[in-house]
């Protein structure tokens, strides 16, 4: 069974530019989670999709963050305009119902210069 | 609110030895799951193991298993027979009502040879 996919691996941009993630989850997931991970610290949750509906976006800074799951398979999330604080990995996870186990891709590293 | 607290932000073990890493949490939930993630210096998530808090019995996977203390709310996992390969970051983590699987800080585990 393929797992969580993710790209790209890496990014470095500038403050003030914008970047994209995208993420796959595991066939037949209906729930997909996007968590920011700051070095040193445990991934915290930007937001839940449960198929192509939001169930959760409490803590996405919405002013700069955006993410869509289009026919509720793939994911993409978004930042314009970047800061220097939003240097993380960013974590997909997908489960096959909201109160299954999460399985993690292997994350995208973002540096913002 | 959910809580996870991880008080051992790192922790060493001599190969083929035992170590156990603590976990404590809080939740206002009878019925919930607990979850130790592994990731590795490569980053991805790994599942190590999975308490239900409804059975009273203690999971196990191969040299992992838990002891799971529901009155104290405490989670430790004990990994028997270390290797080399065992050496990561482990994460305890909680499940909200709403499946936002809330992390505890990690505890750096090294396995020396």
């Known amino acids: 069974e393929a797992g969580v996919a993710q790209s790209p691996r890496y990014k470095i941009i500038e403050k003030r530019q914008s970047v994209a993630f995208w993420c796959n989850p595991i066939?037949?997931?209906?729930?997909l989670y996007w968590y920011q991970q700051i070095l040193g610290q445990g991934p915290k949750l930007l937001i839940q999709?449960?198929?192509?509906?939001?169930?959760?976006d409490s803590q996405l800074p919405k002013d700069r963050f955006s993410a869509e799951r289009l026919k509720g398979v793939d994911s993409t999330l978004k930042i314009q305009p970047a800061k220097l604080e939003d240097s993380a990995v960013y974590l997909c996870?997908?489960?096959?119902?909201?109160?299954?186990?999460?399985?993690f891709g292997p994350g995208t590293r973002l540096t913002v210069l | 609110a959910q809580t996870v607290t991880q008080s051992q932000p790192e922790m060493s073990v001599q190969e083929a030895e035992t170590v156990t890493l603590s976990c404590t949490y809080d939740?206002?939930?009878?019925?919930?799951?607990l979850f130790w993630y592994k990731q590795p210096p490569s980053r991805q998530m790994i599942l190590v193991i999975r308490q239900e808090a409804y059975k009273q019995q203690n999971a196990t996977e191969n040299r992992f298993s838990v002891n799971f203390q529901k009155a104290a709310k405490s989670f430790s996992l004990k990994i028997s027979d270390s290797q080399l390969g065992d050496t990561a970051m482990y994460f305890c983590?909680?499940?909200?009502?709403?499946?936002?699987?809330?992390f505890g800080a990690g505890t750096r585990l090294t396995v020396k040879p």
């Open positions: 939740t206002s939930e009878n019925n919930y799951y």
């Open positions: 066939s037949g997931h209906a729930t």
């Open positions: 996870a997908s489960s096959l119902t909201g109160a299954d186990t999460q399985y």
């Open positions: 999709f449960q198929n192509n509906g939001v169930v959760d």
């Open positions: 983590a909680l499940p909200t009502p709403t499946n936002d699987m809330r």
